[in-house]
């Protein structure tokens, strides 16, 4: 009796202690809603009305009264009875303000403003301001529902038959999600950080704990993706994984329109609003918000970015004005995402969601109101806490901008409670109760990892990775090859490997394989060192990279028509280091037999061979400058693929060395870079080439890749485009000991015809030119020098059907030949979408 008593007299207090009011704030003409209008309580609590002009108040204290202002309007003040819910305020337009603002400027006052906040952004940006800095955040993500906002009756669903509504059956999904939802989320994960600045190197993050629900060991690719940008201050703004230009980006004044919505007071002064929209509305909607910039030093005090399509996407992020350093810091950030109101194609994690239209079923009448999709949302919330400004912090290896501590997926409640910023609730532990559970019995973790290794080109086992590279393949010489390989993971060893495979072709029937054993011998370093033993062929004359990451790639097009290969039987053994995580280096010594498996000898004046021995060192080199990587406990990932990336490579064969034939050094080098505007043409640009001095065989020089062949009839000679290949130059026409070659490739945007039929236009260059230097030496081939230069060009459409596409090009310059149809080549070619 005694409990009820005192629940009866809190409940009243409870109620006066919380108060909240929902409305919409719209033009009284027009009746079109005022995005970012202010709203503010006679207790001063405020906030702004979204992009669809509706705000929601939710105060602790209970407030009488609102007044809603707008720039060019007349301010409101409005009364709230206990009984309000949802209000509907009609702002009329001030001619007064109005005018006032045409005499006294000659232009949009916050233009000039914008124009301040970008000439001021290298001393209010922290990364260029302060020489370091330090702190912690947590991080909470939850996809969730609040159980109020959705109806737990159960429904009824009639069809209508004959024109008479009939009863067909009870839905009681609402009601199932309801009860679920008032117990736990649908999902949560939190994450500890300390995030390490050091002047003139990239911020890092030192993760120090990670839950993910459902999951033992995270998934780390899930931790390097940018909900939003830390910095408000960069050229772009990273939202949802999608880059947007910055409304105070250099060219902003060119992409956006901006207006001045009002003045706060700050605790050190005031800031002024500033609305900010894209000036053209696009296939893809941009975003629009509002900037809150300090009226003194014009840095950034609040930001507030939103899209409004399909998807909604509301981005925040707060500053705290630090007076020692005279510095505004970002103290936290949240965004939410949730299901939008209209059918705005939105872009998200570099993809694009689109509406598509369905038929309606009009015989189907459902009483049901919200569905869950309707009120679900995404929310990622991060708190900074214990900041530390300009005291000593060394970043050590800052391109790898991510590292995960071993014991981060281990740290005990005790270390989370030290660092939480907001407390887990109990609808979070039973989330992660229920989850954890849940994902152990059908086996979550075990699907995540053979999905994680067929990206990489492997098929996860207990102990081994099967390599998918080494089960089929596809050549001229071999005919159809098969095999079998891989190598042992970490459930083996994390500190030895142990690599293999077989194969053989059903043309040749000769057997290949190759085994070795690696050892690691730093983990920091990545540093591994390995040997080998290896009987298999290779390309003739083709630019060979050991330093280079290959992507996993079942069939090579070209190797189609390729006949022209070599056998090799070697002993390697070779180191590899990371002397930064963007910079691989790898030293391998090998010695060995090489036979030419075609019509071919080696003729000077002091060597007739028709086989030969190498023994060489070979020094490579992968530099990514702006790539960035996690170290994590599967090693090091790269997290961030960027342009533009250098491959060298310094080869030396050493004669008389283990019975070697030839004394020859070899230099080869590839740039790879790609222009990718924001949502509009990718421009891709390859240049490669090398050079040899001294005597050397055919396995060493340099053919220039080349795709065609002059079969007859003509069909015969429409084939599958390569992959940087000369589409229209012969297999072997040219012969190089020195070469250069240029690629030029620009993608233009797909052209929408249909929802599904979306062709993809690329118009391709490519340049060569190179000599040879006692060609006579090379003798069982007939081959031309490159000293004239080649060119050709031509476009691709990509994705026709099914991921199919034609090409075509045309040989023109010095070495175009004298029938046109021998210039011309057509090609399939083939994009592999995966569709994640």
């Known amino acids: 009796m005694r409990k009820l008593l005192l629940l009866v007299f809190i409940i009243p207090f409870l109620a006066i202690s919380q108060h909240k009011i929902q409305g919409i704030v719209i033009d009284s003409k027009t009746k079109k809603p005022l995005p970012f209008a202010s709203v503010v309580t006679n207790t001063n609590f405020g906030t702004l009305t979204d992009l669809d002009g509706e705000f929601n108040i939710k105060a602790k204290n209970s407030f009488q009264k609102i007044t809603i202002s707008y720039v060019g309007y007349q301010s ?38 914008i124009r301040n906040t970008i000439k001021n952004k290298p001393k209010n940006n922290i990364e260029k301001s302060l020489n370091s800095f330090k702190f912690n955040t947590y991080n909470k993500i939850l996809v969730t529902a609040s159980p109020d906002s959705i109806n737990g009756k159960v429904d ?10 009939k009863f067909k059956k009870l839905d009681s999904s609402n009601y199932k999600f309801k009860k679920e939802i008032d117990k736990q989320h649908i999902y949560i994960s939190e994450k500890i950080s300390e995030f390490q600045f050091q002047k003139g190197k990239k911020k890092k993050e030192v993760i120090l704990a990670s839950r993910m629900a459902g999951l033992q060991q995270p998934i780390y690719e899930f931790l390097a993706i940018t909900f939003q940008d830390f910095s408000f201050y960069n050229e772009v703004y990273t939202i949802a994984g ?36 894209p000036k053209e509305k696009k296939e893809v909607i941009g975003i629009e918000g509002v900037l809150y910039i300090d009226s003194q030093s014009f840095a950034i005090t609040k930001a507030i970015a939103e899209l409004k399509g399909i998807v909604n996407i509301k981005a925040t992020q707060n500053y705290n004005y630090i007076k020692e350093y005279k510095t505004w810091f970002p103290t936290d ?51 900074n806490s214990n900041i530390q400004i300009n005291t000593p912090v060394v970043v050590k290896k800052s391109a ?11 740290q005990k409640e005790v270390f989370w409670n ?35 290794n067929i990206l990489k080109g492997y098929y996860p086992t207990k102990y081994i990775n099967l390599d998918l590279g080494k089960i089929i393949n596809l050549n001229n010489y071999e005919g159809l090859r098969f095999g079998f390989g891989g190598i042992t993971n970490s459930n083996f060893s994390a500190k030895y490997k142990i690599e293999a495979y077989g194969a053989s072709g059903t043309k040749d029937k000769e057997v290949k394989y190759s085994f070795g054993l690696s050892t690691r011998l730093n983990k920091e370093t990545n540093t591994w060192f390995s040997a080998n033993y290896t009987n298999d062929i290779k390309e003739a004359a083709a630019l060979d990279f050991i330093a280079e990451n290959t992507s996993f790639s079942p069939i090579n097009p070209r190797n189609l028509n390729v006949s022209t290969f070599y056998n090799y039987k070697t002993v390697n053994a070779y180191l590899k280091h990371d002397i930064q995580p ?42 990514n400058p702006k790539s960035e990587y996690m170290n994590s406990p599967l090693g090091k990932l790269k997290i961030r693929n960027r342009f533009p990336q250098f491959t060298l490579q310094l ?45 050397t065989p055919i396995s060493h020089l340099y053919n220039s890749t080349p795709n065609y062949t002059f079969k007859s009839p003509w069909r015969k000679r429409v084939t599958l485009a390569g992959k940087n290949s000369f589409e229209t130059m012969g297999y072997n026409e040219f012969i190089s000991d020195k070469f250069m070659a240029v690629h030029l490739k620009h993608e233009i945007t797909s052209f929408k015809i249909t929802n599904k039929f979306k062709p993809q236009l690329t118009l391709v260059t490519r340049i060569a030119v190179g000599d040879i230097s006692n060609a006579n030496y090379q003798t069982g081939l007939e081959f031309k020098s490159l000293k004239k230069g080649y060119i050709e060009s031509g476009l691709e459409l990509n994705s026709l059907f099914k991921g199919f596409g034609l090409s075509a090009f045309y040989r023109y310059g010095a070495y175009k030949n004298p029938e046109w149809s021998d210039n011309l080549a057509l090609k399939l070619t083939y994009k592999l979408r995966l569709g994640f």
């Open 76 to 113: 409101v003040s409005v009364s709230i009875n206990e009984n309000d819910k949802f209000i509907r305020v009609k702002l009329k337009t001030s001619v007064e303000n109005l005018n006032e603002v045409l005499i006294t400027a000659k232009e949009n006052p916050a233009l000039q403003i």
């Open 333 to 383: 950030m949240n965004i939410v995402l949730k299901k939008g109101d209209n059918n705005e194609n939105i872009s998200l994690f570099g993809g694009t969601v689109k509406f598509n239209k369905s038929r309606k079923n009009d015989t189907i009448i459902n009483t049901r109101k919200n569905n869950v999709g309707d009120v679900t949302y995404f929310i990622s919330k991060s708190v």
């Open 582 to 623: 963007n910079l691989e280096a790898k030293l391998q010594f090998s010695a060995g037999d090489y036979k030419p498996l075609f019509d071919y000898q080696f003729v000077s004046s002091t060597k007739n061979l028709s086989e030969y021995k190498l023994t060489t060192a070979t020094l490579g080199f992968q530099y």
């Open 400 to 410: 790898s901008t991510m590292l995960f501590n071993d014991d981060a997926h281990k």
């Open 418 to 452: 030290k660092y939480r910023t907001d407390s887990l609730t109990k609808r979070g532990k039973e989330t992660y109760k229920t989850l954890d559970s849940l994902a152990k019995k059908k086996g979550v973790e075990k699907k995540i990892n053979l999905a994680r």
């Open 156 to 165: 009824s669903v009639f069809v209508v038959k004959d024109g008479s509504k």
């Open 651 to 695: 080869a030396k064969s050493f004669e008389n060395v283990f019975d070697s034939d030839f004394n020859f050094t070899q230099v080869n080098f590839r740039v790879l870079h790609k222009i990718k505007r924001l949502r509009k043409a990718t421009t891709h640009i390859l240049a490669e080439g090398g050079i040899v001095f001294g005597e």
């Open 242 to 277: 999608t880059k947007y230009t910055n409304p105070i980006a250099n060219n902003a004044l060119k992409q956006y329109n901006y207006k001045i919505l009002d003045t706060v007071i700050t605790e050190i002064g005031n800031s002024i609003l500033i609305y900010f929209k």
